[in-house]
């Protein structure tokens, strides 16, 4: 059974960190690219990264870009995704999803999609 699974959400004050993690099970991780989503309420869902499947290209929206990173490890076929520097406006729920091999800010690209995790960034 074909499953990702975001973890690491949660509540943080402005200016803390969080990661999140995009665990799969029933493919190989190594072998898509993935790609972090998010989406506040009332907005659009966003792109903000993505790690192609060999891990040699890494793309950021210019919204996160120098505040987020990707990662992924292999062996724990997961995905992860460090924010630093959090405010109010990184607000969202979070996916991972997952595609062929190549990234793709258009989420229609992807086939499978977790179930999101909550963040919310307040005092």
């Known amino acids: 059974q074909l499953q990702l699974v975001e973890s690491g959400g949660g509540l943080v004050q402005p200016g803390g960190s969080l990661r999140l993690s995009c665990a799969a099970s029933g493919f190989i991780l190594r072998n898509n690219a993935i790609a972090w989503f998010r989406q506040a309420p009332g907005k659009e869902r966003e792109g903000i990264s993505c790690?192609?499947?060999?891990?040699?290209?890494?793309n950021y929206a210019d919204s996160v870009k120098g505040q987020f990173s990707t990662s992924r490890d292999n062996a724990k076929n997961t995905v992860y995704l460090q924010m630093n520097g959090l405010n109010s406006e990184d607000t969202a729920v979070y996916y991972c999803a997952v595609r062929g091999s190549k990234c793709s800010n258009r989420p229609g690209d992807y086939f499978y999609w977790g179930q999101g995790t909550q963040v919310t960034v307040s005092s």
């Open positions: 790690i192609n499947a060999s891990g040699g290209t890494t």
